[in-house]
């Protein structure tokens, strides 16, 4: 989280929407072999807890039942020229960008949990690309579904820390800002412009 307190995202519903809009993060967790990430989708369960599956033969599986773990959404982000706020030289380069991290105790899922996260994503992801016809997991033999079960474990992240960052020149003047979206949309950087205007 950002140490500013103007760029501090406190809005539990706004982070729930962002991170299921987003719904690919990074776990970190601490083992007994050094710190380790994994980079996943995510289903929400609920309000304040999360679902997700990783492949066995990744290092971080075996050591997450029972820790704590760290989930980091990142959203739109993007490089400001200082030249861009267009008030003078005694500016800075800098950063904007949108991310929440998200804490809390990781348990492992039984194979029913398992397979309800994997429908549940697919359903989630699924009903975007209408109007394809929704895949389900009914296209697949039922023995080689099993057996890709198999091979993977799912977990819950019951969330117990929410820390937000919305970093989009607050602390500049409104003229500023508006000034910086505007020279990141003519380079196509549209939806940090979109953000940066809506602050």
């Known amino acids: 989280m950002h140490p500013h307190p103007a760029f501090r995202w406190q809005d539990k519903d706004a982070m729930r929407d962002f991170v299921r809009q987003m719904a690919f993060g990074a776990l970190f967790a601490s083992t007994s072999e050094g710190p380790r990430v994994a980079h996943m989708p995510v289903t929400w369960e609920g309000d304040e807890r999360l679902t997700f599956h ?10 997450l039942d029972g820790a704590t773990g760290l989930l980091v959404v990142h959203g739109p982000d993007a490089y400001v020229s200082p030249d861009w706020y267009d008030e003078g030289p005694a500016q800075v380069p800098t950063w904007n960008y949108v991310a929440v991290e998200l804490e809390g105790r990781v348990s492992a899922l039984s194979h029913d949990a398992l397979v309800a996260q ?3 994503l697919a359903a989630e992801h699924e009903a975007r690309l209408s109007p394809k016809p929704i895949w389900t997991r009914a296209k697949m033999e039922a023995e080689r579904f099993e057996k890709m079960t198999r091979a993977i ?13 919305r970093k989009l020149a607050q602390t500049k003047s409104q003229a500023a800002r508006l000034s910086a979206a505007d020279a990141l949309d003519g380079r196509g950087d549209r939806e940090m412009a979109r953000l940066m205007r809506d602050a």
């Open 118 to 120: 994997i429908d549940a």
């Open 54 to 63: 990783l492949s066995l033969g990744n290092d971080i599986t075996k050591h």
């Open 153 to 165: 474990q799912g977990f819950a992240l019951d969330v117990t820390d929410w820390r937000g960052t």
